[in-house]
């Protein structure tokens, strides 16, 4: 077969880069590459664990206690002091910046508003600011920094902010007037409505949501998420079905697809979804996070602080509990990876992905031991590689995960 070098090649440039997943804390968090150097001479647990694999011990039923088996705690495997994405860069939301268009002009409402009309935008000021000063007593300091690090390079943020300038009107205010959020919604008086909101006030939302989503993503990016998001915006009819809402290329470059439902039915829904859609987003592709974690409340106080008018977004349930079938750390996440590209950062097995249960959120795991093809792989592999000097089972690993996908990529 002349093709199979070929085929070989171009397979293994196609393929999904393995995704690293870092288990043990609530949420998991995606790695590019496996923890180094270590080894099983410091971990009595991990050589157990390894030398059952590999039959060098029995394997022994043990009684099942819950509290061994719950999160391992990995603070010190963590590194926090050591990883270049822990030197978090403190950057409150910054107000947008407003053009000088129609906010600074001497505009008239289209009716003059009644008193009552005006005591009542009064009393809706307030009570955005009070719940805004809450929201800011309420959130712990440390949500309050936000890792900015990964963020695109300055030139492709403003490209992006390039694509904003129509929205950026959208976040001006002036006192007579809605701001262009508040304005979507039904009840608001049209007279004080945000000029820029009137078009979708006048049209059914069934017929301009999908046009309102798009400048509503605009508005959001430039005032919470730094310019920074590249995010399609796609349509579903079901959104029970898990569907993949990210994706990793084969450098390791993380992106999100923001999944809206179609069946939303009016601005209020869309807001919320929208937005927290993009809280999600932005933790997944700026700060690794495969669920409603630290740095999803993170953005979701980025949002509050930046656009106060905004609604508070909860935290919402993980669909997956993610395993690692040899050490058993776990997290949750929302992200279906696939098991077959899904790797422990810390012992570099294969990591199981289940549905999320209720039931299961406390309880914990024990090490899987089905023999997949891929653990057979290791089994009959792994020792050959002592004869090499010094080598960790990190190093070990990292070997083996490039040679067992190569056999999958062309088998025999
Ligand atoms: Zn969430
Ligand atoms: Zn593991």
Redesign the pocket.
Known sequence: MESGFDKEKSSLKDRPPLVYLE?GNQVATVRNEPLDNISLEDDAE?KSNVQKLLGLIATRRRLYTPEEYCAPELEELTSKDTHPLNNSTFSPAQPAILSSTWSSLNLANPHPPTLVERRAKERNDILVETDANIAEMETPDFLKKIDLSELPSREEMASICGRHKSSIACLERHPNFYRFVESLHPTTPINMCHPLALTYRERSFKSCKEELAKTLFNIFNHAIFQCGLHAPIVWKSSLRKSCERVAIDASGQRSAYILLWKKISQPGMLIKMLLHEMCHAAAFVFNRETGHGDHCRRWVYQAKRAMPELPTIADCDPHFKYT??????WSYGRIDFGTATT???????E?ITKPFQKADKHTGTRPDRTLTPFKAFIRDSYLKLDGMENITHSAKMRLLNEEFLKIRVSPG
């Open positions: 288990l991990l690692c079938t040899l050490c058993a750390r790797r422990c950062h810390y012992c570099q097995f990591v």
